[in-house]
């Protein structure tokens, strides 16, 4: 993992640390980096963590929202060019940190954040640590994979992901 890239996981560790800890859910952190491909070093477009949107939401499918709600002005503004690339094509060269692997299963009923991030048509997903199955059984990164996404599994952090995603849950 080289500097930009550990960077960037770590500040997808201190989104999960906003979280309110809750000991039915996990505390997530992500953050969503537009790579070198417009801009002359990786870019963060958006943030966010678990439940920081109304509606048990999560931390990736935040994140995607609060980039869904960017205006044209400050997409140009972020990727100066002549002719910038709609949100649609930026979405398509998105490298995702997640502190947690994407969920696949939601038991609120929602849409899972590896449903998401396919949607999004996003190109790479760092993890930090798998889901544990305290809750469900998570197949979020085959998902991904299947889809055609790269997941690159993030080495060195995977303890400090999972203390921060079971924030909350007691002792586990």
Known sequence: MDNHQLKFMQLALAEAEKCEPSPTAFCVGCVLVLPDTFVESPTILATGFSRELPGNT???????????????????????????????????HLDVYTTLEPCSVRTSGLAPCADALIAAKIKRCYIGVGEPDDFVTCQGARKLIDAGIEVIWVKGLEEQSLQAARRGHGSK
């Open 58 to 92: 999560h931390a990736e499918a935040n994140a995607l929202a609060k980039l869904r709600n960017i205006t044209e002005t400050q997409l140009a503004s972020i990727l100066p060019s002549s002719s910038p690339p709609s949100l649609d094509e930026v979405m398509t």
